[in-house]
């Protein structure tokens, strides 16, 4: 649907808070703090769902992701793609995923192709989330351009969120961004 391999990867070097500095806009908040599937949530809200890969590598862990269980430098999977619902791009999403993670059932992880991400780890019983954390994104990062690429006005700050995830205590990090005009921003 949209050419995006060129921007990838995009990245999310953004100043990360802890979610009870989340926005006081109730519907933003709903989304934000929304602890089930954002992929679920989504698919009930469009006619067509689909997921667009912007892309996907093997990289080390940047200072910025780093964290407890997601050491500095370690080598790491990198997923980057775009939830879009009726042929519009709602949510960009990051993942980071450790090779030490990707081993036993979790090794499907790593080939995931256009199927959600979202839907695989919320379907397993043993997933748990531990940190929520969230950030205000300004028209001047990555982020945003890759919104202006897909034709989508950005004319106030984005917002994120990001989680931590757990399977079988092997960690994953997922990063998601309502893009301009997402459900997330509409009263």
Same mark, same amino acid.
């Given at each position: 649907?949209?050419?995006?391999?060129?921007?990838?990867?995009?990245?999310?070097?953004?100043?990360?808070?802890? %979610?009870?500095?989340?926005? @006081? &806009? %109730?519907?933003?908040?709903?989304?934000? =703090?929304?602890?089930?599937?954002?992929? %679920?949530?989504?698919?009930?809200?469009?006619? +067509?769902?689909?997921? +667009?890969?912007?892309? $996907?590598?093997?990289? @080390?862990? $940047? @200072?910025?992701?780093? #964290?407890?269980? *997601? !050491?500095?430098? +370690?080598?790491? !999977?990198?997923?980057?793609?775009?939830?879009?619902?009726?042929?519009?791009?709602?949510?960009? &999403?990051?993942?980071?995923?450790?090779?030490?993670?990707?081993?036993?059932? $979790?090794?499907? =992880?790593? #080939?995931?192709?256009?199927?959600?991400?979202?839907?695989?780890?919320?379907?397993?019983?043993?997933?748990?989330?531990?940190?929520? $954390?969230?950030?205000?994104?300004?028209?001047?990062?990555?982020?945003? +351009?890759?919104?202006?690429?897909?034709?989508?006005?950005? /004319?106030? #700050?984005?917002?994120?969120?990001?989680?931590?995830?757990? *399977?079988?205590?092997?960690?994953?990090?997922? @990063? /998601?961004?309502?893009?301009?005009? %997402?459900?997330?921003?509409?009263?």
């Amino acid at each position: 649907m949209f050419e995006l391999k060129q921007h990838f990867p995009v990245g999310l070097n953004v100043n990360w808070v802890s %979610a009870e500095k989340a926005p @006081a &806009a %109730a519907r933003l908040n709903d989304w934000l =703090l929304d602890p089930a599937s954002l992929t %679920a949530r989504l698919k009930s809200q469009c006619s +067509e769902f689909k997921v +667009e890969v912007v892309g $996907q590598h093997i990289e @080390a862990c $940047q @200072a910025h992701e780093a #964290n407890d269980d *997601i !050491l500095l430098d +370690e080598q790491v !999977l990198v997923r980057e793609v775009l939830l879009i619902c009726d042929n519009k791009p709602h949510v960009f &999403a990051r993942s980071l995923l450790p090779l030490k993670s990707l081993t036993g059932e $979790q090794k499907a =992880l790593a #080939n995931l192709g256009e199927q959600p991400l979202g839907q695989v780890l919320f379907n397993n019983p043993k997933l748990r989330r531990k940190v929520v $954390q969230v950030a205000e994104i300004e028209p001047s990062l990555r982020v945003s +351009e890759l919104a202006s690429t897909l034709n989508l006005k950005v /004319e106030h #700050n984005l917002w994120g969120r990001r989680s931590l995830f757990y *399977i079988d205590d092997k960690p994953l990090m997922v @990063a /998601e961004v309502f893009l301009p005009g %997402a459900r997330a921003y509409h009263l």
